[in-house]
């Protein structure tokens, strides 16, 4: 990294680049390594995570430049931050049980924060820009550890059941309003990824493994239309419905 820097005889993309440049390929590496954990392949999980791995280089290295820090420094500060967070393991607290652990994790997390003198609510450090599905997911759970959840899953159920039906009524409404739609499907949604984290069910995991599967279902259609010189498009709902249903027995 420091020769792919150098000002005399490095490369010129990689001089080019600054930390916030480099924003949009973390992005990308990250969900490329998801997709490597999803479809199970050892090849390519080794591979994408030394990109991942790269890109935390990268960064270290621009911030070394800059005198501040290096790729030590945050490797230090990752150990010293994940021996704080477990004293069960390096302290002489007992073991617990995950649900004790978690809620000790999240305590020494808020007095964290609060050492920090960083904002009190319970959403401190939580960023915006996290993806709609992993910002819900992190948002129910701060709330939870106060204790501003369900203690069973039936009423999670009947929420969702509740926000579908106020779908319906915005959209039977004689006047249709967009954005009152749109808010609801926001609620129906906000209320899955609660029944998900009740179901100890990771939403985005879910999510991305229902994706795969109707892109390869959907794919083995047109496989199968392509044998017999068809396309989708050639056919009804009614007939591609039918082919659908073929390729799940199959």
Not at 9 to 15: V, Y
Request: glycine content about 4%.
């Amino acid at each position: 990294m420091q020769r792919l820097r150098d000002p005399e005889n490095g490369c010129p993309w990689d001089l080019k680049q600054s930390l916030t440049s480099l924003i949009p390929y973390t992005i990308e590496e990250a969900y490329e390594v998801a997709a490597a954990l999803t479809e199970g392949d050892d090849d390519a999980i080794k591979d994408e995570l030394g990109d991942l791995l790269f890109q935390v280089v990268f960064y270290t290295q621009l911030t070394q430049e800059e005198d501040k820090f290096g790729f030590d420094d945050v490797a230090q500060q990752t150990a010293d931050k994940l021996i704080r967070r477990h004293p069960h393991v390096f302290g002489d607290a007992a073991a617990q049980s995950d649900a004790e652990i978690k809620a000790q994790w999240e305590q020494i997390k808020q007095q964290e924060r609060a050492e920090q003198g960083v904002d009190h609510s319970v959403f401190a450090g939580i960023p915006d820009n996290l993806p709609s599905i992993l910002l819900a997911q992190k948002l129910q759970k701060r709330a939870a550890n106060v204790g501003f959840d369900w203690h069973s899953i039936e009423p999670v159920i009947a929420k969702i059941k509740e926000e579908i039906a106020e779908v319906e009524a915005e959209l039977d409404a004689p006047q249709p309003d967009q954005q009152a739609i749109e808010d609801e499907i926001g609620d129906v949604l906000f209320a899955v990824v609660n029944l998900a984290r009740h179901a100890q069910v990771n939403p985005e995991h879910a999510l991305r493994r229902t994706n795969l599967k109707f892109k390869q279902r959907f794919q083995a259609i047109e496989q199968r239309l392509a044998e017999r010189g068809l396309t989708a498009n050639e056919l009804s709902l009614e007939e591609l419905e039918d082919e659908w249903q073929q390729v799940k027995r199959l």
